[in-house]
């Protein structure tokens, strides 16, 4: 089956630091690919769509400077947090489509991110 | 804007019970997805329904679709412990394909 990848698991950085997430799909090209945030015991909010060759489209509230996705290649997306922030530590999960509009989501492993 | 909404938020129930989850989503959907989640994992896909009266089963889950209610159950029979986890639905607005999630649903199976 479809698998994604995440990288890193776990990352703890100092405030002011910025961190970079990798999403890739291993065994299929994903010209779309969706980075949710996840803060503990809620549910899952979207943050961006990333479009390979294309600027990501951000969800309201998102803050695009903070946020940097880029997505260069079929088979990967990185989400960089910039000037990271306590507030900024949560969950993030990537996720992407094998085929298909209504194709369910693959997801991640996620990334905890600990701002100290 | 498509609202998306699951009770019960927490479900404590024993092994050999059966027990329902509802999704109730707000707009027109033309997909809806369910997700399960284990503490600090990610999310593995359990169904997906398309269309106005679809049933998916697995094991001791079950899944339906009432486009027109705008409704979606999960269905647990004869729970296990091993079906501890938290659940999600997730709905997809007509020709939008971005996901909404649901609020979960954490689920504890009592022995």
């Known amino acids: 089956g479809a698998v994604v990848s995440q990288h890193p698991s776990r990352v703890i950085c100092k405030s002011g630091t910025s961190v970079k997430i990798e999403c890739r799909s291993l065994d299929f090209q994903a010209t779309t690919m969706f980075w949710y945030r996840q803060f503990p015991k809620q549910s899952l909010m979207l943050m961006a769509t990333s479009n390979e060759g294309s600027k990501a489209t951000y969800e309201q509230g998102v803050e695009k400077d903070k946020f940097l996705i880029n997505h260069a290649s079929l088979t990967l997306s990185t989400l960089t947090v910039t000037s990271a922030h306590p507030e900024d530590s949560s969950f993030y999960i990537c996720?992407?489509?094998?085929?298909?509009?209504?194709?369910?989501?693959?997801f991640g492993n996620g990334t905890r991110l600990t701002v100290t | 804007e498509l609202k998306v909404e699951q009770n019960p938020l927490f479900l404590s129930m024993q092994e050999g019970k059966n027990y329902t989850i509802y999704c109730n989503y707000s707009?027109?959907?033309?997909?809806l997805y369910w997700y399960r989640q284990d503490p600090g994992k990610s999310l593995e896909s359990l169904f997906v329904?398309?269309?106005?009266?679809a049933v998916k089963q697995e094991g001791r889950l079950m899944a339906s679709l009432d486009t027109k209610a705008r409704l979606s159950t999960l269905h647990i029979t004869a729970a296990v412990h091993d079906l501890s986890a938290t659940y999600f639905c997730?709905?997809?607005?007509?020709?939008?394909?971005?996901?909404?999630f649901g609020t979960g649903t954490r689920l504890t199976i009592i022995p």
């Open positions: 707009t027109t959907s033309d997909r």
């Open positions: 997730a709905v997809g607005a007509f020709g939008n394909e971005k996901l909404t």
């Open positions: 329904l398309l269309s106005n009266g």
């Open positions: 996720s992407a489509r094998l085929a298909g509009f209504a194709s369910p989501l693959h």
